[in-house]
């Protein structure tokens, strides 16, 4: 069972930033990738940007330019820095993981419970 703890939402301006964090927690698996999506009420849950272990990190259109993904694989810790914040970027902010355990040849995903980030004009 893999365990996601997100932080580092809340209310800014507009122009303003933030830093999202994501930590997984438990046992015997590798991480594949790490992603951060959000929603807006009354719509679908959509990508903000993923990075795959050991690869470039992919960004959706709106977010280029302004928000970052990184990741610490020591402490299986994801993070997004997210600058120069608009109105139409407020939603709930969620963490993903696909995890592979040591002991199967699978994959799996996880999600966090979410993080609001509201973004005023």
């Known amino acids: 069972q893999v365990r996601l703890v997100e932080s580092g939402g809340g209310l800014v301006q507009a122009g303003g930033s933030l830093r999202l964090s994501c930590v997984a927690s438990?046992?015997?698996?590798?991480?594949?990738?790490m992603a951060w999506y959000r929603r807006v009420p009354g719509k679908q849950r959509d990508l903000v940007a993923a990075l795959p272990s050991g690869g470039s990190p992919n960004y959706s259109d709106s977010v280029k330019g302004r928000f970052t993904i990184s990741r610490d694989n020591a402490k299986n810790t994801v993070f997004l820095q997210m600058n120069s914040l608009k109105p139409e970027d407020t939603a709930v902010y969620y963490c993903?993981?696909?995890?592979?355990?040591?002991?199967?040849?699978?994959?799996?995903?996880?999600w966090g419970q979410g993080t609001q980030v509201t973004v005023s004009s």
């Open positions: 993903h993981v696909v995890i592979k355990p040591y002991y199967r040849d699978s994959t799996y995903n996880f």
């Open positions: 438990g046992s015997s698996f590798s991480i594949e990738t």
